[in-house]
């Protein structure tokens, strides 16, 4: 077996379970594993530097095709209404599988850490049939230093390898795409997608699971800080502008999607970010755009001129075009991944219906609601299949990634938002005027000064009328702000079609929640929003 690495690649590999490798990459930096990619076709770069790869059929994750082993040590504290079982024995002959597949391949192998907190962090070594997939993790994780790596011994292993077909029959999955997560032994198995997102987030998800019992809550958004020290925390889903409100040049940029906070504060799990550039501007996003132009940066599923110049506006291969870039990529992003207690949570929304303000203050109470809600909306043209706004509801921002009951992360969040007196407001990132098609996109100037005016206490200063759907206090004015945006009714010409837009979202939001209605106090069940005919 041929051995690359600054340490024995054999080593490696034998603990990780597999054997008869033709030959091993071991914590191969960029420009080698740009190299490698390069010359095994995977991959090609573009005109400014930055790497560029084709997942194929897959272009996001396959969730699915994810499953947990279900076991005596998982059954009792995984959601299983969420989350798809896998029996020991289906885990067992998959992982044989795995092995046998791996015979004489040349593989990359690379040690990292998910958690910037060493109290709380996850030792994990990501072994990939790909080069390029192993720059991206690289990326995406957090780098140990040379002389960690000496003594490097994993706590979590990920085996991704998309060659590998899955076969229902024999694994007890659905299609010959796996995704499988053992959490008692802490490994996961990737196969038959070439989507390196499925990586990172197999890291998140088994973050999710070990911290909770540690008084940890795991979380699916972005944080910055200012120099003051005064942090913020943003959730949403994809596409709600996580990675873009919090790359803030005023701020320091913590991290852009996973995080835990604990006694100590916010701690970033990732190294990296892993940035949506469909659409990607120098103009709206300058400090994203830079790292297209970097060397180092992975580009997923980004169509190329033929100058080789990425076309951002292109979405012909899909919507989810990716950049994958180390953290300090940003020129202001935190040395350490760690900052201190939140002043502010922000729940971000792309509420496509235009019923939602631009701006809310919510209460504990609330703030648990909407946390379980995690609320957004697809529009036309983004997901085959979509014709017309869709409502989205995914559990604490992140459903796919949580094994436990939503109402763990919920209870914690609550009594650390109550611990810290910490500020939530939920922020409409979607649309004004109308509806996707009708209306238009709330402006990012206006979004921008709502979130200065929060971040900085000014907005607790103002004066607040309550809405007559959600229950929730919006601000009558804000300097720097129309007025009129700040009561979406009012934009709408059609104050009737508005009336039946909010009603139809109000039952969507009740209808969704009753799963968690025995979960929570009749506090938190008290602040679900109420039909209410606003008054021309």
């Known amino acids: 077996m041929k051995e690359t690495g600054i340490r024995n690649a054999a080593a490696s590999i034998k603990s990780s ?35 560029v790869a084709r997942t194929g059929q897959h272009t996001g994750r396959s969730a699915q095709d994810k499953f947990i082993v279900r076991d005596a040590d998982t059954d009792p504290h995984v959601w299983w209404d969420n989350n798809k079982a896998m029996s020991r024995e289906a885990f067992e002959a998959l992982h044989a599988d795995f092995v046998e597949q791996t015979g004489g391949k040349e593989l990359f192998v690379q040690d990292l850490i998910g958690g910037a907190d060493a109290n709380y962090s996850l030792r994990t070594r990501v072994i990939t049939e790909y080069a390029w997939h192993s720059l991206f993790i690289r990326n995406l994780l957090i780098r140990p230093r040379e002389s960690e790596l000496v003594s490097f011994v994993p706590e979590m292993t990920i085996i991704d390898l998309p060659s590998f077909r899955a076969d229902p029959a024999r694994h007890g999955c659905r299609s010959e795409t796996i995704i499988a997560v053992d959490l008692t032994r802490m490994i996961v198995l990737i196969g038959g997608t070439s989507y390196a997102g499925e990586m990172k987030k197999s890291v998140f998800t088994a973050l999710n699971y070990v911290l909770p ?114 953290l300090d990529f940003i020129p202001n992003a935190s040395a350490t991944g760690k900052a201190g207690q939140p002043r502010n949570i922000i729940m971000l929304t792309a509420d496509a219906f235009g019923v939602l303000p631009p701006i809310a203050r919510l209460t504990p109470a609330q703030a648990m609601y909407h946390f379980l809600s995690g609320y957004t909306a697809k529009v036309a043209g983004t997901e085959k299949g979509v014709i017309e706004p869709e409502a989205t509801f995914s559990t604490c921002f992140g459903a796919p990634f949580m094994p436990r009951h939503p109402s763990e992360y919920g209870n914690l969040l609550r009594r650390l938002i109550a611990e810290h007196e910490v500020d939530c407001w939920l922020v409409n990132t979607g649309w004004t005027g109308g509806t996707y098609g009708t209306g238009s996109r709330m402006p990012i100037k206006a979004t921008r000064a709502l979130l200065t005016a929060a971040l900085d206490g000014s907005l607790k200063n103002a004066e607040f009328r309550t809405d ?69």
């Not at 080698?32 to 076709?41: C, D, F, G, K, T």
């Not at 020290?229 to 701020?251: E, I, M, N, Q």
């Not at 892993?274 to 501007?281: D, P, Q, V, W």
């Open 17 to 51: 379970g597999l054997k008869d490798i033709s030959a091993v990459f071991y914590n191969l930096g960029p420009a080698q594993l740009y190299e490698e990619s390069i010359r095994r076709n995977e991959a090609e770069l573009t005109a400014h530097g930055a790497l």
């Open 213 to 326: 019992p540690k008084g940890v809550m795991p979380m699916h958004c972005s944080a910055n800080e200012s120099a003051d020290g005064d942090t913020a925390v943003f959730f949403g889903l994809s596409g709600t502008g996580k990675t873009t409100l919090s790359a803030d040049p005023r701020r320091t940029l913590i991290g852009d999607d996973e995080h835990g906070w604990g006694a100590q504060g916010v701690f970033n799990f990732e190294g990296g970010c892993y940035a949506k550039t469909i659409r990607l501007s120098a103009q709206a996003e300058p400090e994203i755009f830079a790292t297209t132009r970097h060397f180092g940066t992975v580009l997923e599923n980004v169509v190329l001129d033929q100058n080789r110049v990425p076309d951002f506006n292109d979405g012909s291969l899909t919507e989810n075009t990716r950049c994958a870039y180390p």
């Open 468 to 536: 007559p759907n959600f229950g929730f206090v919006v601000p009558v004015s804000v300097p720097g702000v129309d007025t009129a945006i700040l009561d979406p009714r009012s934009t709408w010409s059609d104050k009737a079609a508005y009336d039946a837009q909010a009603a139809k979202l109000v039952a969507m939001f009740v209808a969704n929640f009753e799963k968690f209605e025995s979960h929570v106090d009749g506090e938190v069940r008290g602040a679900a929003p109420g039909l209410a005919l606003a008054a021309e």
